[in-house]
T-cell receptor
C-alpha cells in the first residue's frame, strides 16, 4: 500500500459530462502529481502541485483542470468529456519536489466515457 | 528532461537474478536515477533511486556505472510477482518548475517457472 488514496476506483459517464477525481496524498507529502494512461499508451504527465501551488504542467487539455487544497488533497476536474478521455488516471505524491524525493502512486481511477 | 533507453522486453526464470539495464548517456551531474515498476492493473510502484553510489533496499539493488551513463536494476531472485513493466527515469536534483517525472516505454519483464 503506497498510502496514496484515489477515489472513485471506477467511473462511467457519458460524452459531454464533467467528472471530478480525488486524490489524498501520503501523510507528510506536500506535492501531488496527476498522470493519464490510455490503452496501449505510456504514462502521460498532466500537472503537478506543491503545497497548494501549481509547479509544472504537461500536455493537459484546456478542458481539464486541477487544484490542491489546504489539506493537501487534490482534485482533477475533467469537463466536456470525449470518448478519447477514457483512460486510467493516476495520482502520485512526494515529500519534496527535488530529485531525491521519490513518487508514490495510487492505484488510479479508471474512467470510461460512453 | 534527459532521456533513458531500455530494452523493450526481457525474460527470466523464477528464482534467478535479473539484471535490467538502462542507458542515460546525457545524464547531468545533478540527475537522480529512479526506477519504478507497474504491475498489471496497478499504479506504478517506486522501486529504488540513487545518484552516484550503488544502492540496496528490500526490493532490489541499483548499480550505477562510474561515469553514470548507465545503470542496472538487479532483482536478486525473481518471482512471478516481479512480472511487470520496469521504468528507468531521471529526475533532476533541483527541479525548479520542471519537476515532472517523464515515463518512457520501459522494459516488460516476463518471469517463467
Amino acid at each position: 500500500d503506497s498510502g496514496v488514496t484515489q477515489t472513485p476506483k471506477h467511473l462511467i459517464t457519458a460524452t459531454g459530462q464533467r467528472v471530478t477525481l480525488r486524490c489524498s496524498p501520503r501523510s507528510g507529502d506536500l506535492s501531488v502529481y496527476w498522470y493519464q494512461q490510455s490503452l496501449d499508451q505510456g504514462l502521460q504527465f498532466l500537472i503537478q502541485y506543491y503545497n497548494g501551488e501549481e509547479r509544472a504542467k504537461g500536455n493537459i487539455l484546456e478542458r481539464f483542470s486541477a487544484q490542491q487544497f489546504p489539506d493537501l488533497h487534490s482534485e482533477l476536474n475533467l469537463s466536456s468529456l470525449e470518448l478519447g478521455d477514457s483512460a486510467l488516471y493516476f495520482c502520485a505524491s512526494s515529500e519534496r519536489i527535488d530529485g531525491n524525493s521519490p513518487l508514490h502512486f495510487g492505484n488510479g481511477t479508471r474512467l470510461t466515457v460512453t | 528532461d534527459a532521456k533513458t533507453t531500455q530494452p523493450n522486453s526481457m525474460e527470466s526464470n523464477e528464482e534467478e537474478p535479473v539484471h535490467l539495464p538502462c542507458n542515460h548517456s546525457t545524464i547531468s551531474g545533478t540527475d537522480y536515477i529512479h526506477w519504478y515498476r507497474q504491475l498489471p492493473s496497478q499504479g506504478p510502484e517506486y522501486v529504488i533511486h540513487g545518484l552516484t553510489s550503488n544502492v540496496n533496499n528490500r526490493m532490489a539493488s541499483l548499480a550505477i556505472a562510474e561515469d553514470r551513463k548507465s545503470s542496472t536494476l538487479i532483482l536478486h531472485r525473481a518471482t512471478l510477482r516481479d512480472a511487470a513493466v520496469y521504468y528507468c527515469i531521471l529526475r533532476a536534483l533541483l527541479t525548479g518548475t520542471a519537476s515532472k517525472l517523464t515515463f518512457g516505454t520501459g522494459t516488460r519483464l516476463q518471469v517463467t517457472l
